[in-house]
């Protein structure tokens, strides 16, 4: 690897844009300023190009057990898709199984991205099983570089439903063991109630499971959450805000003051309600949790990662194929996987339906799809930030490139993708992780196994700071 020198591009960063030439060796930035002149080095020319920090996912799930099957891509797949959206560093969900210990999920996760990942990455642990050894074991988390765990309020009937003193202790725990607690915020209780009682009704088809998620159980159980997190002192992150009442307990928490950070999804964005009510069981592609929402939503959520409200938008890349996998719940719309693919969508999603809408700036696009991310989750300033001294993962981006997505131009392993015929306006012309350059034109030229394991340590950046 050698010495590049990016010319001509403009430098983004959440602060502002600005032309600069971008140097940088051995992995690292080494300088960013005005015509920068060095000898032997190779020039890349950016004119025409945003020069932006790679992008960071901090919520996919590769290789993951769910649902009574397991998502269609793994970490060769699944960071093939993140490299040609633009990112560079992924934080996926180790599942602790029952009965198992974190170290051991931690262990698994590490294995399944051995010798796969194209992406550098990290992993928060998914608590299923909060026994006392759990409790115990939680404080030894962040010497492994784990800087977060999710508890899941919702999927009752499955291991991963937690009740309400679980979740309480979990986050009085956190702040001894300097984890970040990230929740997922859906009344599991009267989820599987209203779920029975349409099932009993006969009503199977798959927009039955928004209606049996309704926009409140998502309000009042964030609502919730950020109380508990109140009592304990704790505080907490909620992930994939779906829907305008959810958001509304999170601008209240942040008006009087508490540590809530809060993520949002392209597919709440780019879908709605009506996809999941699309003919025959064609509806099933759109099953995620929370689920697709009435396009009133939209505006809300918007306005969320405008003001700061919302301060991450990840993809929750959870893949599943039609065939054989949606298609377990042919007759019953709870056996349906919940999940999408997005993960190499999430970025040009961003930029199409937003920063050319003029929703948000490119500045917030930076700030939404790495800098926030890696603050938050603590690996910032080594990611997420084009300054000296960082990792060189960088992402020229071209506001011209035009992407219809279709089945056959995806990267991940999906026979289906749900932006089927949607045409992006903006994406990446070439990615670079560490210096090396990983994606170019369509193309993956990154290794695989490549990826490396990034430590990361949670210090709560104030409201402010973690502000776009
Ligand atoms: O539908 C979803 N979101 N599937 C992934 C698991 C989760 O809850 O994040
Ligand atoms: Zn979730
Ligand atoms: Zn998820």
Redesign the pocket.
């Known amino acids: 690897m050698g010495v590049l020198l990016f010319t001509g591009g403009t430098v983004v960063t959440p602060d502002g844009s600005f032309g600069a030439d971008v140097l940088i060796e051995d992995e690292k930035i080494v300088a960013i300023g005005a015509e920068i002149s060095a000898d032997g080095v190779e020039t890349v020319d950016a004119s025409g190009k945003f020069i932006m920090p790679g992008f960071v996912d901090a919520h996919t799930?590769m290789d993951m057990p769910?649902g009574g099957t397991v998502t269609a891509d793994d970490w060769e797949t699944g960071t093939a898709a993140a490299v040609a959206g633009g990112t560079t560093t992924i934080v996926d969900f180790a599942l602790q199984d029952e009965g198992g210990t974190l170290a051991e999920a931690v262990e698994a996760w590490t294995e399944k991205a051995r010798n796969k990942a194209l992406t550098d990455y990290g992993f928060h642990v998914a608590i299923t099983d909060l026994r006392d050894d759990t409790k115990a074991e939680l404080s030894s988390l962040a010497d492994k570089g784990v800087a977060s765990v999710k508890i899941?309020m919702t999927y009752k009937g499955t291991p991963l439903y937690t009740k309400d003193d679980d979740l309480f202790e979990a986050l009085q725990l956190s702040k001894e063991a300097s984890v970040l607690v990230l929740v997922?915020a859906e009344n599991g209780d009267v989820i599987q109630k209203l779920i029975e009682q349409a099932l009993v009704r006969g009503d199977t088809a798959p927009r039955f499971h928004a209606l049996t998620r309704p926009p409140e159980v998502e309000a009042e159980a964030t609502g919730r959450a950020i109380r508990l997190a109140q009592v304990a002192g704790a505080p907490i992150l909620v992930?994939?805000v779906s829907c305008a009442p959810a958001l509304e307990e999170i601008h209240r928490a942040h008006e009087r003051g508490q540590m809530v950070y809060a993520e949002t999804c392209p597919q709440y964005f780019a879908f709605s309600y009506q996809d999941l009510a699309r003919e025959g069981f064609e509806g099933a592609k759109y099953v995620?949790?929370p689920p697709l929402r009435d396009e009133s939503n939209r505006e809300p959520l918007w306005n969320g990662l405008k003001v700061g409200d919302l301060q991450i938008f990840g993809s929750?890349h959870?893949s599943f194929n039609y065939k054989a996998q949606k298609e377990l719940g042919i007759d019953d719309f709870s056996k349906i996987p919940?999940?999408l693919p997005g993960v190499e969508e999430r970025a040009m999603a961003l930029w199409t339906l937003g920063v050319r809408e003029g929703k948000i700036s490119e500045n917030q696009f930076v700030a939404l799809l790495s800098t926030n991310q890696t603050r938050i989750y603590g690996m910032y300033p080594r990611k997420g930030a084009l300054v000296p001294g960082a990792d060189a993962d960088i992402v020229l981006w071209d506001p011209e490139i035009s992407i219809t997505a279709t089945v056959e131009n995806r990267h991940g392993n999906v026979d289906y993708t749900p932006y089927e015929g949607m045409t992006f306006k903006g994406g990446p012309a070439s990615v670079y992780m560490r210096g090396t350059l990983i994606y170019k034109d369509g193309e993956i030229m990154g290794e695989h196994g490549s990826g490396r394991f990034i430590k990361r340590s949670f210090v709560p950046p104030s409201m402010k700071s973690a502000l776009v």
Do not use: A, K, P, T
């Open positions: 799930h769910f899941f997922h992930v994939h995620c949790s929750d959870c919940n999940g």
